[in-house]
T-cell receptor, first 115, second 112 residues
Framework: EAQVTQNPRYLITVTGKKLTVTCSQN?????MSWYRQDPGLGLRQIYY???????DKGDVPEGYKVSRKEKRNFPLILESPSPNQTSLYFC??????????????FGPGTRLTVL | GENVEQHPSTLSVQEGDSAVIKCTYS??????FPWYKQELGKRPQLIID?????GEKKDQRIAVTLNKTAKHFSLHITETQPEDSAVYFC???????????FGQGTELSVKP
């Protein structure tokens, strides 16, 4: 089944404790992206990747890191989480590294709480 | 920077009525115009999209219209049903499609 998976789905952690949220897709998509969703603010892009080893900042990259060593994986790293990073996170992928009018497929979401 | 605005932010209609949501964008390079639907507790999913060489596209009860000159596109839902209740997002993008800005979302409530 074609899908985007994220782990963990739920996470409660404490300020400053490094964490990684994994994202994997099995559709051989070039493009992958991370978003956070907060009430009243919609979906805001954190980082995106057009292909392996190519990443770039979205609208709200502060406090986050990403890497794209393999085509299928795009982990989101919070080196020192803070309470303002409490949010619902979505990973997404689509076909077409540059251009391509293709829909994004979203993962199921990761609800993160930072105490 | 690029700006994307959706209106209204909330919309309540009676079952069977029509609903229209408008998305206004500022980037003149935008040439792909999708609408996503997010049901409560679920992930966003594409419901309809349009490219800039087309003015209107219809898929059963939903349609998207594009006015590229005025830089806006709209989602039209006819004969609304309770299962149309969700948050709808627009996300116009250009040919590169790297950096993306979503509209802030429209919460549609369809009352039986």
């Amino acid at each position: 089944e074609a899908q985007v998976t994220q782990n963990p789905r739920y996470l409660i952690t404490v300020t400053g404790k490094k964490l990684t949220v994994t994202c994997s897709q099995n559709m051989n998509h070039e493009y992958m992206s991370w978003y956070r969703q907060d009430p009243g603010l919609g979906l805001r892009q954190i980082y995106y990747s057009m292909n392996v080893e190519v990443t770039d900042k979205g609208d709200v990259p502060e406090g986050y890191k990403v890497s794209r060593k393999e085509k299928r994986n795009f982990p989101l790293i919070l080196e020192s989480p803070s309470p303002n990073q409490t949010s619902l996170y979505f990973c997404a992928s689509r076909w077409g590294g540059t251009g391509g009018y293709n829909e994004q497929f979203f993962g199921p979401g990761t609800r993160l709480t930072v105490l | 920077g690029e700006n994307v605005e959706q209106h209204p932010s909330t919309l309540s209609v009676q079952e069977g009525d029509s609903a229209v949501i408008k998305c206004t964008y500022s980037d003149s390079a935008s040439n792909y115009f999708p609408w996503y639907k997010q049901e409560l507790g679920k992930r966003p999913q594409l419901i309809i999209d349009i490219r800039s060489n087309v003015g209107e596209k219809k898929d059963q009860r939903i349609a998207v219209t594009l006015n590229k000159t005025a830089k806006h596109f709209s989602l039209h839902i006819t004969e609304t049903q309770p299962e149309d209740s969700a948050v709808y997002f627009c996300a116009p993008r250009d040919n590169q499609g790297g950096k993306l800005i979503f509209g802030q979302g429209t919460e549609l409530s369809v009352k039986p």
